[in-house]
């Protein structure tokens, strides 16, 4: 099962110590990602994902981001099935950051 993160509870976790055992995979096209990002993600857009699987971390917490959680949870569920065993999805995507963790971060 795909474990399902708020922004704030995402927020939360970069924000502790261990946030070292997380790695945030945005999935997102590239103008997405010129109009918002946040920091140290690893940007894979969704198309990409199973020729790119190598540059995921087996060993840390991946957490799928998009721009309103469908496709990062699609996404997450095919990491899933290809034996990433730490998974989780942002529930509604950037655009929840945006509205609830930070308002300076581009709404499209």
């Not at 190598?54 to 957490?63: A, D, G, P």
């Amino acid at each position: 099962m795909i474990e399902s993160l708020t922004a704030t509870q995402l927020a939360q976790l970069l924000a502790g110590e261990q946030s070292a055992d997380i790695q945030l995979v945005d999935v997102r096209e590239d103008w997405e990602l010129e109009l918002c990002k946040l920091p140290d993600v690893l940007t894979i857009p969704m198309q990409q994902i199973p020729e790119r699987l190598k540059e995921l971390s087996t060993e840390r917490q991946l957490v799928c981001i998009c721009h309103h959680g469908a496709r990062s949870m699609q996404v997450a569920q095919f990491l899933l099935q290809n034996g990433f065993a730490k998974v989780a999805n942002l529930d509604g995507g950037m655009d929840s950051w945006a509205r609830t963790v930070d308002q300076n971060i581009a709404l499209y």
